[in-house]
């Protein structure tokens, strides 16, 4: 079982002494945090998702990273930010059929404006 601290790295620590913290000690701390939140991850936020039939799994798919995506480039940002290795193994955990879900979804209409190859980079496993 993971410590507190381990959970969140700036557990007890004020604003301040974030603010200070060197650059390379801020970024390792950040990416313990991110690795933590996914590994912590218990549902892929829809409580009736695990009783959704196939087609229903890749329209909620569809439309929440469609949604995610648009709000990344709506807000000038890199719309294939939210997609990562570690976000990858954690919905992966969550559903093992999740690579035939996303072929199906990159099918749909909503996703024939995004590049299924820049997706599957981001989503590189580590080795």
Known sequence: MQSEENKNPFQG???EEITRMPNEEFVKKMELAKQNYFSGLKDLGDPEYGEYSPEQ??????VSLN????RQVESGLDEYAIFNADWYNAVKRLEPEFDSIMDQVFKRPAFTEWDKQEYLKRIRIRS
């Not at 799994?57 to 569809?62: A, P, Q, V």
């Not at 949604?67 to 648009?70: A, K």
Request: avoid cysteine; glycine fraction near 8%; hydrophobic fraction near 45%.
């Open 57 to 62: 799994k890749i329209g909620f798919w569809e």
């Open 67 to 70: 949604r995610q995506m648009r």
């Open 13 to 15: 620590m004020s604003f």
